[in-house]
């Protein structure tokens, strides 16, 4: 992983990903480790965040590094009406490492293709979003013992939920059962569902979300991702189609966990958060060790 960058989960092996989970829990137990001394990070955000943006930034310091960027691109020189092209060069000269969110798919792909820097993608539009999905397994491996064999529910986006796409990718190599829950309009692509067979991965697809999570050990709960639809009245017809309830977790499997990326709107009533089936807040929190493992790994200092 040496100087490599993550644009696309695929970007990284099994063991790769493995690996990385396997630093991630050695950061847990020691969070604070000062091997990031006299390195520059440079987060450059074009869309917004919480999670991603700020878990890096925490990741960073708690490794004694520094951290340099932008969390919105009006306060930049794109304003001006310089070129992905130019900062992606210019920044390069400041920071070891380059963390990307950019609403344009394939955009992290070109700031790897032209930069001297590693390029880590923190978000490309409805593609893809393989720092999330590493510390989703993490998060998955950490509740359930284990990858292997997970019946896992996805709920809600998965038309542009790019979370929801790194992860189908990545768990693919663990035999997963998925069991997708979506309207018609936020249907899984084709391209995806293509994938899974070709692996010959067990799915299947549904629009009711309280009668099929009973057998889950995973339900993954996604936004309904506003900022992608170019017509409002079509997000507006679809926006609340899936709410958790406390009521629909009774008759659930005792492992089962509701995961989500965050952040959330309407998808999981609060009700939820007290449950013992609630993990959201805890993956957030899981975020900030994986992706001290990612940088020390790319770095070479693990
Ligand atoms: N999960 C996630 O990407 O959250 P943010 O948009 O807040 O970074």
Redesign the pocket.
């Known amino acids: 992983m040496l100087n490599r960058s993550l644009i696309s989960i695929s970007d990284f092996s099994k063991e790769e990903y493995l690996e990385i989970l396997r630093i991630a829990s050695e950061f847990e137990n020691k969070p604070v480790q000062n091997i990031l001394e006299g390195k520059v990070i440079a987060t450059l955000f074009f869309?917004?965040?919480?999670?991603?943006?700020?878990?890096f930034e925490s990741a960073v310091n708690r490794m004694g590094g520094k951290v340099i960027g932008f969390s919105d691109a009006s306060s930049s020189s794109v304003q001006k009406g310089e070129t992905l092209k130019d900062t992606i060069l210019t920044v390069s000269n400041y920071a070891d490492l380059i963390v990307m969110?950019h609403p344009l798919e394939g955009s992290s792909r070109y700031a790897a293709e032209i930069a001297p820097v590693p390029v880590v993608n923190?978000?490309d539009g409805a593609n893809q979003?393989p720092t999330?999905c590493l510390l989703d397994l993490y998060s998955i491996q950490k509740t359930q013992g284990t990858l292997e064999n997970l019946k896992i529910s996805i709920v809600g986006d998965l038309k542009y939920g790019r979370?929801v796409h790194s992860l189908l990718q990545a768990m693919s190599g663990f035999n997963p059962t998925f069991n997708f829950i979506a309207p018609e309009e936020l249907r899984m692509p084709q391209e995806y569902l293509k994938f899974l067979d070709s692996k010959g991965i067990k799915y299947e697809e549904h629009t009711n979300l309280a009668k099929n999570i009973k057998d889950s050990d995973i339900v993954y709960m996604t936004r309904v991702q506003r900022e992608r639809f170019a017509d409002t009245l079509e997000y507006e017809k679809v926006k609340n189609v899936y709410i958790l309830n406390k009521r629909m977790l009774a008759g659930t499997k005792e492992n089962m966990k509701v995961l989500h990326?965050?952040?959330r709107v309407n998808e999981i009533s609060t009700d939820v958060d007290d449950t013992p089936q609630a993990y959201y807040f805890q993956q957030?929190q899981n975020?900030v060790y994986t992706r001290q493992a990612i940088i020390s790994k790319i770095l070479g200092l693990k």
């Open positions: 869309e917004p965040s919480t999670r991603t943006r700020l878990s969110r923190a978000g979003h999330q979370t990326p965050l952040p957030a975020g």
